[in-house]
């Protein structure tokens, strides 16, 4: 049945892309003959589209390449490039007198695209509206439809969570009508953020300093980086000793060691020096015999595979990766990435909480673990994994599409990182489906007594050693600190052994305050906590960062001043937008939106009565906050005083504290004692205007065009003299050719 039109779209929607169009200046010349080629370019790809093909309308052009090879003849595959139409910049956007009804017009660049898609769809016997199977993508489905003007009841709408032939056809052969929900949960969620966002930026901008934003999900992390750097400059370290006893068995080679854990069967921590030198003096004679002696076996489960927030974290673990990293390169293997001259989309959709995985997915993969590891490591039933509360299981965990398709058989078609984030994901998915690991475990009470004496000290050690492999033959988890679980084996011990004490030593320790969060333990942190989506983690980490809210050091995320001023005053008085639990409410309102028990129109309502109240208040309250710029040791090179450091929508750069009377600038760069490869000049770390990024080039640019994205080494690559960068490998820092290609383990390192 051929998808039915509207004569027009609707009066709204018209009405807005008029106003957008509107709203643009007069094109040049040079724009004019561009738009004017494009349309031809369009007109042309109308012509030729036979009478009778289907339209098929995708997000990405990657996408459309991919998918278009899966369809042939018959079918013709375009992409929006995203979003087609969203909230202008310059205005609110939202009537909030009329329902909160929102004011869409057609976004900048995207005017020559919709051109081309309407003309497509005009040609075509029917639409599909193919965009990612989520809220974002059923929204922009929905404005598609309401620009070529389909039917919201229409079964125009087709979802796949995976880029390959059979989903695509199968898809296709199942279209379904929008789903108006998840589209009232999409617009609800940006229509909120707005309202935050617009109301609270202005206020922010008056009392603290232009260029800042708030937000639901930004604040809240905000908060949640700047109460735990309270918590450490509020932290007072406790003293106490360690007291380790290297015992020797009377039949094995190799003492091992064990700490004082009991004194006279009870607890005991020596807390300061004159306990441990205490202890060590009652010990001094002291014979030790093995009092208890534990073994145990235990089964360590597979892992489940990758959702977003663990994807993200795992890579930021392992590789170094930012989110926002991680989530562009995922998104390229999703796509689809050209494998032996097709393209191929290697990893089913990226933006997921689900841990679910289809049956024929398991069966392949078991399968291939029975021809690769034998039936030993192939479990009698597949894994099922049971995902966390609230999750939403619309889409399958994010897993390889073609379990055959091995990270180093295809290795040559991809990029560094993109062989990186697939290997990852595809062990990850490889250890899911496999038997578990089999642990044997060894804890050891020694008890170490004087003849003739009362006091009797307890004493502990613990080994561990793997009976079997399991699935930790393919993969082993990361952890927040860097340090790998290692295998630690005892001796062989039997209760009544005796040991004698080769050495017994005292170190003095502090407790530690809690760690700071890096990219990883953030988004932990939010997840489970229910701040945000999968899909918010990236932008908003990115966001706090560009504010100038946070800073980033070799992976730590650090609140700057700036940080904590806004909060703090955030906290006095907008307490519900930067309150943890709160904003956990209203993202599982949005979720009752998405499931249809609540409309989104009576969330915004609620919401914005109380909030509107506030911001009023606070508008008459608040008194402006004065920031002193911190002072640089560079003196301006006009008027000679020492430059100060400011933030721009670009990042941070160098001022004259003199401006307006002296407007110098100039962009922050530190030396690197490593000269240039080209010329032999400076090398200087500068910082790139958008994402303010860092990367090394040649103080003599223009002159000289050298230019990389990683610290340079200043060792010279052992096999062809190149010039070498430090990297994050997987088993540390490493150093890599930029001529060769050549990688080698680096012993010493500026910078991480």
Same mark, same amino acid.
């Given at each position: 049945?051929?998808?039915?039109?509207?004569?027009?779209?609707?009066?709204?929607?018209?009405?807005?892309?008029?106003?957008?169009?509107?709203?643009?200046?007069?094109?040049?010349?040079?724009?004019?003959?561009?738009?004017?080629?494009?349309?031809?370019?369009?007109?042309a790809?109308?012509?030729?589209?036979?009478?009778?093909?289907?339209?098929?309308?995708?997000?990405?052009?990657?996408?459309?390449?991919?998918?278009?090879?899966?369809?042939?003849?018959?079918?013709?595959?375009?992409?929006?490039?995203?979003?087609?139409?969203?909230?202008?910049?310059?205005?609110?956007?939202?009537?909030?007198?009329?329902?909160f009804?929102?004011?869409?017009?057609?976004?900048?660049?995207?005017?020559?695209?919709?051109?081309?898609?309407?003309?497509?769809?005009?040609?075509?016997?029917?639409?599909?509206?193919?965009?990612d199977?989520?809220?974002?993508?059923?929204?922009?489905?929905?404005?598609?439809?309401?620009v070529?003007?389909?039917?919201?009841?229409?079964?125009?709408?087709?979802?796949f @969570? #995976?880029?390959?032939p059979? !989903? /695509? &056809?199968? =898809?296709? +052969?199942?279209?379904?009508?929008?789903?108006?929900?998840?589209?009232?949960?999409?617009?609800?969620?940006?229509?909120?953020?707005?309202?935050?966002g617009?109301?609270?930026?202005?206020?922010?901008?008056?009392?603290?300093?232009?260029?800042?934003?708030?937000?639901?999900?930004?604040?809240v992390a905000?908060?949640?980086?700047?109460?735990?750097?309270?918590?450490?400059?509020?932290?007072?370290?406790?003293?106490?000793?360690?007291?380790?006893?290297?015992?020797?068995p009377?039949?094995?080679?190799?003492?091992?060691?064990?700490?004082?854990?009991?004194?006279?069967?009870?607890?005991y921590?020596?807390? @300061? #020096?004159?306990?441990?030198? !205490? /202890? &060590?003096e =009652?010990? +001094?004679?002291?014979?030790?015999?093995?009092?208890?002696?534990?073994?145990?076996?235990?089964l360590?489960?597979?892992?489940?595979?990758?959702?977003?927030?663990?994807?993200?974290?795992?890579?930021?673990?392992?590789?170094?990766?930012?989110?926002?990293?991680?989530?562009?390169?995922?998104?390229?293997?999703?796509?689809?990435?050209?494998?032996?001259?097709v393209?191929?989309?290697?990893?089913?959709?990226?933006?997921?909480?689900?841990?679910?995985?289809?049956?024929?997915?398991?069966?392949?993969?078991?399968?291939?673990?029975?021809?690769?590891?034998?039936?030993?490591?192939?479990p009698?039933k597949? @894994?099922?994994?049971?995902?966390?509360?609230?999750a939403q299981?619309?889409h399958?965990?994010?897993?390889?599409?073609?379990?055959?398709?091995?990270?180093?058989?295809?290795?040559?078609?991809?990029?560094a990182?993109?062989?990186?984030?697939?290997?990852?994901?595809?062990?990850?998915?490889?250890?899911?489906?496999?038997?578990?690991?089999?642990?044997?475990?060894?804890?050891?009470?020694?008890?170490?007594?004087?003849?003739?004496?009362?006091?009797?000290?307890?004493?502990?050690a613990?080994?561990?050693?793997?009976?079997?492999?399991?699935?930790?033959?393919?993969?082993?988890?990361?952890?927040d600190?860097?340090?790998?679980?290692?295998?630690?084996?005892?001796?062989?011990?039997?209760?009544?052994?005796?040991?004698?004490?080769?050495?017994?030593?005292?170190?003095?320790?502090?407790?530690q305050p809690?760690?700071?969060?890096?990219?990883?333990?953030?988004?932990?942190?939010?997840?489970?906590?229910?701040?945000?989506?999968p899909?918010?983690?990236?932008?908003?980490?990115?966001?706090?960062?560009?504010?100038?809210?946070?800073?980033?050091?070799?992976?730590?995320?650090?609140?700057?001043?700036?940080?904590?001023?806004?909060?703090?005053?955030?906290?006095?008085?907008?307490?519900?937008?930067?309150?943890?639990?709160?904003t956990?409410?209203m993202?599982?309102?949005?979720?009752?939106?998405?499931e249809?028990?609540?409309?989104?129109?009576?969330?915004?309502?609620?919401?914005?009565?109380p909030?509107?109240?506030?911001?009023?208040?606070?508008?008459?309250?608040?008194?402006?906050?004065?920031?002193?710029?911190?002072?640089?040791?560079?003196?301006?090179?006009?008027?000679g005083?020492?430059?100060?450091y400011?933030?721009?929508?670009?990042?941070?750069?160098?001022?004259?504290?003199n401006f307006?009377?002296?407007?110098?600038?100039?962009?922050?760069?530190?030396?690197?004692?490593?000269?240039c490869?080209?010329?032999?000049a400076?090398?200087?770390?500068?910082?790139?205007?958008?994402?303010?990024?860092?990367?090394?080039?040649?103080?003599?640019?223009?002159?000289?065009?050298?230019?990389?994205?990683?610290?340079?080494?200043?060792?010279?690559?052992?096999?062809?003299?190149?010039?070498?960068?430090?990297?994050?490998?997987?088993?540390?820092?490493?150093?890599?050719?930029?001529?060769?290609?050549?990688?080698?383990?680096?012993?010493?390192?500026?910078?991480?």
């Amino acid at each position: 049945m051929a998808a039915t039109r509207k004569a027009t779209a609707t009066e709204d929607s018209k009405t807005q892309d008029q106003k957008g169009t509107a709203k643009k200046k007069a094109p040049s010349p040079k724009s004019a003959a561009q738009k004017g080629t494009a349309a031809k370019k369009g007109a042309a790809a109308s012509k030729k589209a036979e009478k009778g093909d289907k339209l098929v309308v995708v997000e990405s052009p990657a996408k459309a390449k991919t998918i278009t090879k899966f369809l042939g003849k018959g079918f013709r595959v375009v992409a929006s490039n995203g979003h087609v139409r969203d909230l202008p910049k310059s205005q609110l956007g939202v009537d909030v007198e009329n329902g909160f009804a929102p004011k869409y017009i057609t976004l900048r660049g995207r005017g020559e695209v919709l051109e081309r898609i309407r003309k497509e769809a005009k040609a075509a016997e029917r639409v599909y509206l193919a965009t990612d199977p989520d809220r974002e993508g059923e929204a922009i489905s929905w404005h598609l439809a309401q620009v070529l003007g389909i039917d919201s009841g229409e079964k125009c709408r087709i979802v796949f @969570n #995976e880029i390959t032939p059979n !989903a /695509v &056809k199968n =898809a296709i +052969k199942a279209p379904r009508a929008l789903d108006l929900a998840l589209v009232d949960a999409q617009q609800a969620r940006r229509l909120l953020d707005r309202l935050v966002g617009y109301k609270l930026s202005p206020l922010l901008w008056a009392k603290v300093r232009k260029g800042l934003s708030a937000g639901r999900v930004q604040s809240v992390a905000t908060r949640i980086l700047c109460d735990r750097e309270e918590e450490i400059r509020s932290f007072v370290p406790e003293e106490y000793w360690v007291i380790t006893a290297h015992l020797a068995p009377e039949k094995a080679k190799k003492p091992f060691e064990a700490k004082l854990v009991g004194k006279n069967g009870q607890k005991y921590e020596a807390k @300061n #020096e004159a306990e441990a030198t !205490a /202890v &060590k003096e =009652a010990l +001094k004679g002291a014979s030790y015999r093995a009092a208890e002696v534990k073994k145990a076996e235990k089964l360590r489960n597979a892992p489940p595979p990758f959702t977003t927030s663990n994807l993200q974290q795992e890579a930021a673990r392992k590789l170094g990766f930012t989110t926002k990293r991680t989530m562009l390169i995922a998104q390229q293997l999703y796509e689809g990435v050209e494998v032996r001259g097709v393209s191929t989309g290697l990893v089913t959709y990226i933006r997921t909480d689900s841990v679910r995985v289809s049956a024929e997915a398991q069966e392949a993969t078991r399968a291939l673990l029975r021809e690769r590891f034998g039936d030993a490591y192939v479990p009698e039933k597949p @894994n099922v994994f049971k995902g966390r509360k609230n999750a939403q299981d619309a889409h399958e965990a994010i897993r390889p599409t073609y379990p055959d398709m091995t990270p180093d058989s295809i290795k040559q078609y991809l990029t560094a990182e993109q062989y990186k984030l697939y290997r990852l994901i595809y062990n990850r998915f490889l250890a899911s489906q496999m038997t578990p690991a089999k642990i044997e475990t060894v804890s050891v009470l020694i008890r170490a007594q004087k003849e003739g004496e009362k006091d009797s000290f307890d004493f502990r050690a613990t080994g561990s050693r793997v009976l079997f492999d399991g699935y930790t033959a393919v993969y082993t988890e990361g952890q927040d600190n860097g340090e790998e679980e290692k295998e630690s084996r005892l001796p062989s011990i039997a209760e009544g052994d005796a040991f004698a004490c080769t050495d017994l030593k005292a170190d003095q320790h502090f407790t530690q305050p809690p760690m700071r969060y890096t990219e990883a333990s953030l988004v932990r942190e939010l997840e489970e906590k229910g701040i945000g989506r999968p899909s918010t983690y990236a932008p908003t980490i990115t966001t706090i960062i560009e504010r100038g809210y946070v800073k980033r050091e070799k992976r730590v995320l650090y609140p700057t001043e700036l940080g904590e001023i806004v909060t703090r005053m955030m906290k006095e008085n907008f307490p519900d937008i930067v309150d943890v639990k709160f904003t956990a409410e209203m993202e599982e309102k949005l979720d009752q939106v998405e499931e249809g028990r609540l409309k989104g129109a009576e969330l915004l309502a609620e919401f914005y009565g109380p909030f509107q109240k506030t911001l009023e208040k606070a508008e008459a309250t608040i008194e402006k906050v004065e920031i002193a710029d911190e002072v640089s040791d560079i003196p301006c090179d006009k008027c000679g005083a020492m430059m100060v450091y400011k933030t721009g929508r670009f990042g941070r750069f160098l001022a004259c504290p003199n401006f307006p009377s002296c407007r110098n600038t100039r962009p922050i760069t530190e030396p690197v004692d490593v000269p240039c490869p080209k010329c032999g000049a400076k090398i200087l770390k500068r910082y790139a205007k958008k994402g303010g990024k860092a990367f090394y080039g040649c103080e003599r640019y223009p002159e000289c065009d050298f230019v990389c994205w990683d610290p340079p080494a200043k060792e010279k690559c052992p096999h062809c003299g190149g010039f070498m960068v430090q990297k994050h490998g997987r088993t540390g820092m490493e150093l890599k050719c930029m001529s060769c290609g050549t990688t080698v383990k680096a012993a010493k390192h500026a910078e991480e």
